[in-house]
């Protein structure tokens, strides 16, 4: 079965870029999503087919795909910021996340 | 605006059905594909399966011989059913506008409040 490998924690400074990695056999092929989720909450949707925003994320919010793999940039990271964030994608019919990496903003 | 919101029974026995119920306002519900997701305290996310308004299903093959997801598509309203329910099966479980298996790839958007599902003896 098709796997997406996240790292489980990065650290970043405030005001500072934070970039998450999503990796998986010919990502780049399929067309990737992310989300974002706070404690206690409902992910939220932050981009999809790759690098696109829905309305209401903020621009520093971005994604690019390519090769074996998805990478969620966040510029001028904020303290809000700090969550866990999913890649997903779908191979063979079926839905497939990334298992999570913890943004923490010290 | 797009609003999901989900109920069902919270706490489950070993070999009982899971059984939740998700309502869709304010969007066109023929529209989309409608989704299952499920997230064990503490851990990832794992999809469960996807539905449409004429009732075409696909499932996660992990879960398939557990899973029944229906459709009433004159309320705007979707289903899950999982039978023989274990601990493992504890998790939060939320709904979600989102599937379909096309070109343009498939996102959820938005996801329902979540509900809690506790499998104990």
């Known amino acids: 079965s098709y796997e997406l490998t996240q790292p489980p924690s990065v650290s970043v400074s405030p005001g500072q870029t934070a970039s998450i990695t999503c990796s998986g056999d010919k990502l780049g092929d399929k067309y990737a999503c992310w989300y974002q989720q706070k404690p206690g909450q409902s992910p939220v949707l932050i981009i999809y087919q790759d690098n696109k925003r829905p309305s209401g994320i903020p621009e520093r919010f971005s994604g690019s795909n390519s090769g074996n793999t998805a990478t969620l940039t966040i510029s001028g990271t904020q303290a809000m910021d700090e969550a866990d964030y999913y890649c997903q994608a779908w191979d063979s019919s079926t839905v497939v996340f990334g298992g999570g990496t913890k943004l923490t903003v010290l | 605006q797009v609003q999901l919101q989900q109920w069902g029974a919270g706490l489950l026995k070993p070999s009982e059905t899971l059984s939740l119920t998700c309502a869709v306002y304010?969007?066109?519900?023929?529209?989309?594909?409608w989704s299952w997701i499920r997230q064990p305290p503490g851990k990832g996310l794992e999809w469960i399966g996807e539905?449409?308004?004429?009732?075409?299903?696909n499932y996660n093959p992990s879960l398939k011989s557990r899973v029944t997801i229906s459709v009433d598509s004159s309320k705007n309203q979707f289903s899950l059913k999982l039978s023989s329910v274990t601990a493992a099966d504890t998790a939060v479980y939320y709904c979600?506008?989102?599937?379909?298996?096309?070109?343009?790839?498939?996102?959820?958007?938005?996801w329902g409040q979540g509900t809690l599902v506790t499998v104990s003896s």
């Open positions: 979600a506008r989102g599937g379909g298996i096309t070109a343009a790839g498939i996102w959820f958007d938005p």
């Open positions: 539905i449409n308004h004429s009732g075409s299903t």
């Open positions: 304010g969007v066109s519900f023929s529209d989309y594909y």
